[in-house]
């Protein structure tokens, strides 16, 4: 019952994901991160099979910082070519001996032509870049939600105010307890954590 | 696990007119009777060549990347655009070379032969064997009923303009009559001279 949301607005991307660590029906931790930092503008949520999730997200995001260091800090990829960066490697473990069992959304701001990314991948490298996302069972119930308030070019207040929303929707009809979303927004200035 | 060929949904229809050929797609990606995405197009340009697949979303994306690389490079090679024929047979090897572990992908080809200027279309299965047609050619999971309306609207000798009425008819009303595609349309007339790509608005339920 792992949550992960996506939105995108006129000049911002929000990531959020539940503080839960699961592990059955046993919450190991209520605290926990499921995101990483791939560069100033890019970063990932991820959820799915525990040990895959954060090899995989530490394994991109070695390589992701690797190309920005061999190109002097300067040269950046941007969200799109890291989202295909993401799929590659995704797809080529899904046809290896065990793969991945990780879905991702991939948020970003595309600081060369101002406008905000959002990438929805799941476990078998299928990637779509969509205006709002989410994967596991926040689909049923976020998108819904989504559908009818979201638009693309609300400001950040109202991003928080449609995140808040979904929040509440999972609180009343999910069975267990996700303590609560961890939130990212990535802007022009770049990453950045909030308080929901 | 279900079908793999049915997990995301998705239609492509081809069709052959007078000294011109119509390829369509539907727009959606969906993971069983959930939509995820509403403009995920399934024709992908390779010169004069034009590729529609359906199946797998993954394998649509990673088959339309290794084409785009096989075309490039032979266009390198051979210093000109590949011909809707000899793509064919790349795709059909390419699928083949996969024998016992598929990508799960139905490809359908459209094109004019800049050459010769004769209108060629065809499909294939996953493993690569060419369905040749002189009328029309019909993959995903609308396939069915993309017969039905095909077999009932398609005439021989149309002209562009009569085509694409026909192939994107054709196409809306099959995917009208499939949960896993529909969502918007995408219609491509070709003719040797002029290709006119068209977005086509469908129902969103």
Redesign the interface.
């Known amino acids: 019952m792992e949550v992960l949301l996506g939105i995108t607005g006129k000049d911002f991307t929000l990531i959020a994901a539940s503080k839960a660590a699961m592990r059955g029906v046993t919450i190991l931790k209520a605290t926990d991160d499921k995101t990483k930092t791939l560069n100033s503008h890019t970063m990932m949520a991820y959820s799915g099979e525990s040990g895959d999730t954060v090899q995989f997200a530490e394994y991109i995001q070695a390589n992701v910082q690797l190309y920005g260091m061999r190109n002097n800090s300067n040269w950046q990829l941007s969200p799109s070519a890291v989202a295909s960066l993401i ?1 590659h490697e995704l ?1 080529r473990s ?2 290896s001996r065990n793969p991945y069992h990780v879905n991702l959304l991939v948020g970003g701001f595309d600081v060369t032509e101002n406008k905000p990314h959002l990438y ?1 991948l ?1 476990y ?7 205006p709002y ?1 989410a994967h596991g069972y926040a ?2 119930y976020c ?1 819904s939600i989504l559908d009818k308030h979201h638009h693309p070019d609300i400001d950040l207040e109202k991003g928080i105010e449609l995140l808040k929303m979904c929040r509440d929707e999972l609180i009343n009809r999910l069975p267990i307890d996700f303590k609560g979303l961890l939130v990212k927004v990535i802007t022009a200035d770049g990453i950045r954590e909030i308080e929901l | 696990m279900s079908n793999p060929f049915s ?2 949904g998705g239609a492509v229809v081809a069709m052959v007119g007078k000294d011109c050929v119509a390829i369509g797609c539907d727009l959606r ?1 969906g ?1 069983q009777a ?1 939509t ?2 509403n ?2 197009p399934k024709i992908f340009s390779y010169g004069d060549a034009y590729l529609g697949l359906t199946g ?3 394998d649509v ?2 088959m339309s990347e290794l084409f785009r690389y096989k075309v490039n490079m032979y266009r390198l090679r051979e210093e000109r655009d590949i011909e809707p024929e000899t793509m064919a047979n790349l795709v059909s090897s390419t699928l083949y070379e996969r024998r016992f ?1 598929p990508y799960f992908v139905s490809p359908v080809i459209a094109g004019i032969n800049q050459r010769t200027g004769k209108p060629f279309i065809c499909g294939f299965d996953s493993i690569g064997c060419i369905d040749f047609a002189k009328d029309f050619i019909v993959s995903g999971t609308a396939s069915d009923q993309l017969f039905g309306t095909c077999e009932s609207l398609w005439e021989p000798d149309l002209e562009p303009e009569d085509l694409f009425e026909t192939c994107a008819q054709a196409l809306l009303n099959a995917v009208d009559r499939d949960a896993l595609s529909g969502w918007g349309a995408h219609v491509y007339v070709i003719t040797k001279d002029k290709i006119i790509k068209r977005l086509l608005k469908g129902r969103q339920d």
């Open positions: 799929r797809a899904l046809r929805w799941d078998l490298a299928a990637q779509a870049s969509l996302a689909q049923y998108l | 997990m995301n990606l993971m959930l995820v995405s403009n995920f797998l979303a993954t994306t990673t572990g």
